[in-house]
């Protein structure tokens, strides 16, 4: 059967089959099986893979870790330590060591100027995020709130709107339930005539 | 104590103060009504208001009406008359009395013939008895002549009946009345004083407090702008958050723990002192007192020889006072010392005595005549008026004299000093006359010897005068050797020379040799090269090299103009980074001194050690810097921890808010749908299918009525 032209016309405001737990067992029942039988379709029109960073080795490779689950690599530490060179009586190496000290010493410099700034600015600043960072919460709370709130009027509206058609709906089903009564006793009387004149036509013969 | 029984019959004085009393009470206060009349109880008077005077009750003849409602009545509800009356319109007691006569009537119709005693007769009162309800009896009309009791109680009740006021408003009434004469009273006054012409300023005096318009405790502002900086300072103190502040934070330290803690630090003080040897003990000191005062016992008494010998005074005495001349030419100046002192000493209970009149009996001498003294004695007058008489004879005499002087010559000659002499004069004696303070005397020196080694300094050359790192070893033949031509050799003569001068007067460091060159090689050659021998012993004066510095700056200025060098600066530049790149700048802690070496002359081994050292410096730096960052992080951490925390919760709730706003947003979406869905299609979709149905069934019923229809004539046709 073609699923697409199937019409659900279910209208679970009227339809109160599904509240006899018998008959709910039997449904789900139903649709698990389906569910089983169905393969499961993917409509999504997004593409499978998306290559990111294509021009970024770094980047690359980072995305290729955080995919594998790979713990991000620990920092290499050597060169903080400020230790001298393996080969002492080289000189190369030795000024290679004197460069890095000095490179890591800048870095303290900045470092502790970046502490200094933090420390002048940082508390207004984590206050400012945090103030934005309410706000946002706050919106999307208030989102969430309106959507629940529409749910609600929908649903309200379909109950509505189900209700109305109810009466017509039950009036048919009451015609049809008398005329099928009433095809069947008239059945039933065509069938005693029937067979009262069989009677007879036996009779006269 | 006589006891009173009041009761009795009413009087009509009575009755009346009664009818008055009622009218003013009312027909509640029986007790106070019954004090208005001195002979009834309270029960009584409400008796007789409710028996006799009350102007509802009936006094007329019974009607027959009423006679035989009464006897029904009675045989209804016997003896309870006081049911019965309010029926009837009688009081109770007229109706028990009605009653009882009607019986008495009909008892009499009965036994005419019974001659006994009437009902009457029983009833009347005998001698000495009373009548058990005089209230409800008629008033005795009252006496012409009443007794003075009475007639008391009349006026006292008038009185106080009459009164219509309570006791606060007669006060009130006579406040008033008080008000009003005092008021009248000052403005009579004031009426007069005006008409006396003195104006008083009439203040109106203000009485109480009138709450609707003043302000209690209200303080009014003082006029004009106030600054209030100070209010909100206190404002925004006070609005600060006290809720987390110790409560002996906000009420400061206790007294008591202020003192205590400075007894302790006294306590501490004093343990020091004792120490150090600061403190004596009492004792000591005492000891010492009483040492001071044993040396300190009275010495005796030495006065000086006197001036007149036994002997003498013995011819004085024989002489007498006979010449007064005698006394105050010769001996009065002897004499006089001794006499002075005894009476010199105050005697408390004698009056004192003026010194200078010297215990002689005052004689009046005005014009000075008895005593030649008697001018230069400032105490001479003993009164006012008589010192001024004196003042005046003084001011006389010495304007005689004056007036006999010759007159003054204005014959005189002014001649102008040479004022630098004068000047120098004066400085000298001021010299003489005032010493100069030490410190002035040391400033002037150290000024002068600044002075002076400023003047040193500038002698200097520059490098010496900047403190430039200059070369250890002087390699003059180097340098020298690095002349290509003459000019460049006359350049390194010169510079060599310099260097000569500098390392020779101010050597860096203090250990500075030369190179190969020795010292009298360096002399030799440069002076050959300047024609001068003596560089060491080279002097100048500033004013000389000023003179060499103008020549050169006019040299440059010159020379700047041929050249295309236009700026001295780049190429400094360029020359440094040579340096910094080629030397290595070696800091001696010991000399607090830089210098440089050359990298490529430079061995292995020196380089690796330079290396090292460097290595090692910043390592050191390191390790400080490193420190106060970590500080300074765990600071931080301290105070922005809870912002952080903060942070990273306000995320997590969002992320969640945010999973909850896609859940919710698909579950519109979806609801949406049903919804168009089945307002669209749904719903008409079933009603067409039932009514298909309904439809379908109905053609068939048609259908099978046809048949039945068919079936039925068949039917009757066979019949």
């Known amino acids: 059967m073609d699923i697409d032209k199937v019409i659900i016309d279910a209208l679970p405001y009227i339809d109160k089959e599904y509240d006899d737990p018998e008959m709910k067992k039997y449904v789900d029942n139903l649709i698990e099986e389906e569910l089983k039988v169905t393969v499961k379709k993917d409509t999504s029109e997004l593409p499978e893979t998306i290559e990111l960073f294509e021009n970024d080795e770094i980047l690359k490779n980072e995305m290729e870790r955080i995919k594998n689950g790979e713990p991000f690599p620990l920092l290499d530490t050597i060169r903080y330590r400020l230790s001298d060179p393996q080969d002492h009586s080289n000189v190369d190496e030795w000024v290679n060591a004197v460069e890095n000290s000095e490179a890591q010493l800048e870095h303290q410099y900045n470092r502790l100027i970046n502490l200094e700034l933090l420390n002048k600015f940082g508390a207004n600043a984590w206050r400012y995020n945090n103030f934005q960072l309410e706000q946002i919460l706050n919106e999307i709370k208030q989102k969430v709130d309106d959507k629940k709130n529409k749910i609600v009027d929908i649903n309200k509206e379909r109950k509505y709107l189900q209700t109305k058609s109810e009466a017509k709906l039950q009036q048919l089903e009451q015609q049809w339930n008398e005329n099928v009564s009433k095809v069947l006793e008239i059945e039933a009387a065509c069938h005693n005539l029937e067979m009262e004149i069989k009677q007879k036509k036996e009779a006269k013969q | 104590m006589r006891i009173i029984i009041k009761g009795g019959v009413w009087k009509n004085t009575e009755d009346e103060i009664l009818k008055a009393a009622v009218m003013k009470y009312g027909k509640n206060q029986w007790a106070r009504i019954s004090s208005l009349l001195n002979r009834k109880t309270p029960k009584q008077c409400k008796a007789r208001w409710y028996e006799w005077l009350d102007p509802s009750i009936k006094k007329t003849e019974w009607s027959r009406e009423e006679d035989e409602k009464l006897l029904h009545l009675a045989k209804l509800m016997p003896t309870q008359w006081r049911t019965i009356a309010p029926i009837v319109g009688r009081t109770p007691s007229q109706c028990l009395e009605r009653y009882q006569k009607l019986l008495d009537e009909a008892e009499m119709k009965e036994g005419e013939d019974d001659q006994g005693q009437t009902s009457e007769d029983i009833r009347r009162l005998r001698p000495g008895e009373i009548d058990p309800d005089l209230e409800s009896k008629p008033a005795r009309p009252d006496p012409i002549d009443m007794d003075e009791d009475e007639k008391e109680m009349l006026s006292e009740a008038r009185a106080r009946l009459a009164n219509t006021q309570g006791k606060k408003a007669k006060r009130k009434a006579r406040e008033k009345q008080l008000e009003e004469s005092r008021r009248l009273a000052a403005l009579q006054k004031r009426r007069e004083l005006k008409a006396a012409g003195i104006e008083l300023k009439y203040r109106k005096k203000t009485k109480g407090m009138n709450y609707n318009a003043d302000i209690p405790f209200h303080k009014k502002a003082p006029a004009g702008f106030w600054d209030t900086t100070e209010e909100h300072e206190r404002e925004l103190r006070e609005k600060k958050d006290q809720t987390n502040v110790l409560l002996q934070k906000l009420e400061g330290k206790r007294r008591s723990d202020i003192e205590e803690a400075e007894r302790k630090k006294d306590i501490k003080r004093q343990k020091q002192r004792k120490e150090k ?443």
């Not at chain 2, 005074?313 to 006072?321: R, S, V």
């Not at chain 2, 230069?376 to 005499?397: S, V």
């Not at chain 2, 002035?440 to 600044?450: F, G, I, L, P, Y």
Request: charged share 35%; aromatic share 4%; glycine share 2%.
């Open chain 2, 277 to 719: 040897g600061e403190i004596v003990p009492q004792a000591a000191l005492k000891a010492l007192d009483e040492q001071k005062k044993v040396r300190t016992e009275r010495r005796k008494l030495v006065l000086p020889a006197p001036q007149i010998s036994e002997s003498e005074l013995e011819e004085i005495a024989k002489i007498g006072y006979s010449s007064e001349k005698l006394i105050s030419d010769s001996v009065s100046s002897t004499i006089s010392t001794p006499l002075s002192t005894p009476l010199s000493t105050p005697r408390l209970l004698e009056t004192p005595r003026s010194q200078l009149s010297g215990g002689k009996t005052p004689v009046r001498d005005e014009m000075g005549i008895n005593t030649p003294m008697s001018t230069n004695n400032m105490a001479g007058g003993e009164t006012p008026r008589m010192e001024r008489a004196r003042q005046n004879l003084i001011r006389k005499q010495l304007n005689e004299q004056f007036s006999k002087l010759p007159k003054p010559k204005n014959d005189f000659e002014l001649i102008v000093p040479n004022k630098e002499e004068d000047a120098e004069l004066a400085k000298e004696d001021t010299l003489d006359i005032m010493e100069e303070d030490a410190e002035d005397v040391r400033a002037r020196e150290k000024k002068q010897k600044e002075k002076e080694e400023a003047i040193r300094k500038k002698l200097q050359s520059h490098p010496v005068q900047e403190n430039l790192p200059r070369p250890h070893k002087l390699e003059f033949d180097e340098i020298l050797n690095q002349a290509t031509n003459d000019i460049e050799r006359e350049i390194a003569l010169e510079m060599i020379s310099m260097m000569a001068f500098d390392a020779k007067r101010n050597p860096y460091p203090p250990n500075q040799t030369f190179g190969k060159m020795e010292e009298a090689d360096v002399i030799e050659v440069v002076a050959l090269a300047t024609s001068n021998s003596n560089i060491h012993d080279t002097k100048y004066t500033l004013e000389e090299l000023e003179q060499a510095n103008k020549l050169i700056e006019d040299e440059m200025s010159t020379m700047m103009k041929n050249i295309k060098i236009k700026n001295l600066n780049d190429e400094f530049e360029k020359a440094h980074q040579r340096i910094e790149k080629e030397e290595i700048c070696i800091y001696d802690q010991k000399t607090k001194s830089s210098s440089y070496y050359p990298i490529k002359k430079m061995k292995k081994d020196e380089k690796i050690q330079y290396l090292k050292s460097q290595l090692e410096l910043n390592r050191s730096k390191m390790s400080k810097e490193a420190a106060k960052a970590r500080k300074l992080e765990k600071r931080l951490g301290i105070i922005l921890g809870g912002y952080q925390n903060r942070g990273k919760r306000l995320k997590e709730d969002i992320n969640e808010q945010w999973k909850l706003l896609e859940q919710v947003t698909i579950e519109y979406e979806a609801y949406n749908d049903l919804k168009e869905n089945e307002n669209k299609i749904i719903i008409s979709h079933r009603e067409e299918e039932l009514k298909k149905t309904v439809q379908e069934l109905e053609q068939r019923e048609n259908e099978l009525q046809q048949k039945y229809r068919d079936l039925m004539a068949e039917y009757n046709s066979l019949l």
